[in-house]
Nanobody, 121 residues
Framework: QVQLVASGGGLVQAGGSLRLSCTASGGTVRTYAMGWFRQAPGKEREFVAD????????YYADSVKGRFTISRDNVKNTLYLQMNSLKPEDTAVYYC??????????????WGQGTQVIVSS
């Protein structure tokens, strides 16, 4: 059973940067599409970005395009999300996911526990 552990969240001022990591254990994720999602207080979980197994295809939510970059290191079994020019509206719990059952519908088999990102104005 694959387990995902997300880390790297924290408190940052608007305009700052953070790099999230999601490391898999219990199995390899190198053949899986993986993605990042987020959930702000009182809101539904939303898609942030995802990438194919080799990062050959990547997709971003319009709200983060040009500011966030998703990448992965299949040797380290790790997915990353570089977040630049952060805004207060980026405040949320960020979740990673692996093994897309239906990538277009954002259905994934494995989910991490989430890491909190707080952007102060």
């Amino acid at each position: 059973q694959v387990q995902l552990v997300a880390s790297g969240g924290g408190l940052v001022q608007a305009g700052g940067s953070l790099r999230l990591s999601c490391t898999a254990s219990g199995g390899t994720v190198r053949t899986y599409a993986m993605g990042w999602f987020r959930q702000a207080p009182g809101k539904e979980r939303e898609f942030v970005a995802d990438c194919s197994w080799n990062a050959g295809s990547v997709y971003y939510a319009d709200s983060v395009k040009g500011r966030f970059t998703i990448s992965r290191d299949n040797v380290k079994n790790t997915l990353y999300l570089q977040m630049n020019s952060l805004k207060p509206e980026d405040t949320a719990v960020y979740y990673c996911a692996a093994n897309a059952i239906n990538r277009k519908a954002y259905e994934y088999a494995y989910w991490g526990q989430g890491t909190q990102v707080i952007v102060s104005s």
